[in-house]
C-alpha cells in the first residue's frame, strides 16, 4: 500500500467500548500526532448541546408543517459530527459552515430568542430579515451564514485563515462542507490553495450518505472523501461521524495542527441524515426506509446517552429532567421569537453605505411618507 493512504489507527476512547469501526488517516508527512480526548464534563457539555439542537429541530419542523414559518433545515442525526467538531474551537477561531452546523453557533453562545428570530424574519433577527430562514449568522461568535450556495463557503474560509496567517495571528478557521460539495469547483480550488499555503484551515466534511436525492456512491468514485486530501498533499481522516468523541478528537487534533503552522487537513465524518434534505424534501420519494431505520440504531445523541450511563456520568432520571428543562427552554424562546414584530421598514435602506447617499434618503423618505398617507 502506498505510504500516501496508508490507514492508520487512531484511539479513540468511544470507539473501544461502542463502535468497531476502525478510524482511518490518508497518511501524508505532517499528519496529525496527538488524539485529545473529551473527559466526563466535556461529554456531559456535548451531550447538552447535541440534546438541545434535537429539541431545536423537532420544534421548528413542528412549526414549519404548522405553517407559523416558511422553511427549516434540521440536522438530525449529524448531532454528535456538529457538536464534536465546534467543541474543539476557540473564540476567536471563525466557522464557515455548509447547510447543518446552526448548532454550532449556539455552542459557541448565541442566544436561542435571535436564533429563532432568524427564522420568522422579524425584528428579534440581527441580519434584519434579509436571509432564507435557518441561515443565521452572527459576528459576536465567529459564524458566517449557511452556504446555500453549495461549496462557495470553502475559498471564503481559506481566505479567512489565509489573513489570519498573514496577520500572524493565532484564528483557526472551521470550513464545513457535505459529502456533496466535494463536487464543485471550490472544493478544488479551497484544497489546493490550503495546501501550498498552508492555510490554517481544517475541512469538515459532513458525510451523510445523501446530497438531497444523489447518495454518496453517485458523488464520488473514491473510496472515501478523506483520501482526496492526499492529490491536494494534506491529510485525511475519516472517522466515525455518530461518535462524538472520535469526532472530537480528530478536529481537535487538526484544528491543533494549523495552529501550529502546519497548515489544513479534510476531516470525514461519517454521518447520516436521518430527516429530510430540508423541510420542503420528501425522502421518501427516494430513499429505502430500511437504510433509515438501521442508521436510527447508530442514532449519536441514543448513543452518547447510553455511553454516559455506562460511565456512572449521568442516569435516567437526570436525563428525564434535562429533556423537560430544554423543551421549556426551546419553548419559551419560539413563544418569545414569534411575538416580534417585523424589522422596520427604514431598515431596508441601512447596511449598504457607510454614510446613506442623497438617493436613498429620498427614497427613505418617499416610502415612510407613503406609508403614513396609505397603510402598507
Ligand atoms: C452550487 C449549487 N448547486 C446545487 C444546489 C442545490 N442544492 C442545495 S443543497 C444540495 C445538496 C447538498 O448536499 P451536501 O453537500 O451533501 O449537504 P447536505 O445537504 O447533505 O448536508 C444541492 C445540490 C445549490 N444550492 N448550489
Ligand atoms: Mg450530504
New binding site residues.
Given amino acids: 500500500m502506498a505510504p500516501a493512504n496508508r490507514a492508520l489507527q487512531l484511539a479513540s476512547s468511544s470507539r473501544k467500548k461502542s463502535s468497531n469501526k476502525k478510524t482511518t488517516v490518508a497518511r501524508q508527512s505532517g499528519a496529525m500526532s496527538a488524539h485529545p480526548l473529551l473527559h466526563t464534563q466535556g461529554l456531559l457539555e456535548c451531550y447538552r448541546a447535541m440534546l438541545r439542537i434535537r429539541t431545536l429541530d423537532e420544534r421548528m419542523m413542528t412549526l414549519q408543517r404548522q405553517g407559523r414559518i416558511g422553511f427549516y433545515g434540521a440536522c438530525t442525526g449529524q448531532e454528535a459530527a456538529c457538536i464534536g467538531s465546534a467543541y474543539a474551537l476557540r473564540a476567536n477561531d471563525w466557522v464557515f459552515p455548509?447547510?447543518?452546523e446552526g448548532g454550532a453557533m449556539l455552542l459557541r453562545g448565541f442566544a436561542l430568542v435571535p436564533y429563532i428570530a432568524q427564522v420568522f424574519g422579524n425584528s428579534g433577527d440581527i441580519t434584519k430579515g434579509r436571509q432564507m430562514p435557518s441561515h443565521q449568522a452572527a459576528a459576536s461568535v465567529h459564524q458566517v451564514s449557511w452556504s446555500?450556495?453549495?461549496?462557495t463557503q470553502l475559498s471564503q474560509a481559506v481566505g479567512a485563515a489565509w489573513a489570519a496567517k498573514l496577520k500572524k495571528d493565532d484564528t483557526v478557521v472551521m470550513a464545513y462542507?457535505?459529502?456533496?460539495?466535494t463536487s464543485?469547483n471550490d472544493f478544488h480550488v479551497a484544497m489546493n490553495f490550503a495546501g501550498v499555503f498552508k492555510a490554517p484551515v481544517v475541512f469538515v466534511c459532513?458525510n451523510?450518505h445523501?446530497?438531497?436525492s444523489v447518495p454518496t456512491d453517485h458523488q464520488t468514485a473514491s473510496e472515501s472523501i478523506a483520501i482526496k486530501a492526499v492529490a491536494y498533499g494534506l491529510p485525511g481522516v475519516k472517522v466515525d461521524g455518530n461518535d462524538v468523541s472520535a469526532v472530537y478528537a480528530a478536529v481537535a487534533a487538526a484544528v491543533e495542527r494549523a495552529r501550529r503552522g502546519q497548515g489544513a487537513t479534510l476531516v470525514e465524518l461519517e454521518t447520516y441524515?436521518m430527516g429530510a434534505?430540508s423541510s420542503s424534501d420528501d425522502p421518501s420519494r427516494y430513499r429505502d426506509p430500511a437504510e433509515v431505520e438501521a442508521w436510527k440504531k447508530k442514532d449519536p445523541v441514543e448513543r452518547l446517552r447510553s455511553r454516559l450511563f455506562a460511565l456512572n456520568a449521568w442516569n435516567s432520571a437526570q436525563d428525564k429532567a434535562l429533556q423537560a428543562e430544554l423543551l421549556e427552554e426551546v419553548n419559551t424562546a419560539i413563544k418569545e421569537a414569534e411575538s416580534l414584530p417585523p424589522p422596520s421598514i427604514a431598515t431596508l435602506f441601512e447596511d449598504v453605505y457607510q454614510g446613506e447617499p442623497w438617493h436613498l434618503k429620498e427614497q427613505r423618505a418617499e416610502l415612510l411618507e407613503s406609508i403614513k398617507r396609505h397603510g402598507r
Avoid at 148 to 151: C, K, L, N, Y
Fill in positions: 455548509a447547510l447543518r446555500s450556495v453549495i461549496g462542507l457535505g459529502d456533496g460539495a464543485s459532513q451523510n445523501w446530497s438531497i441524515r434534505h
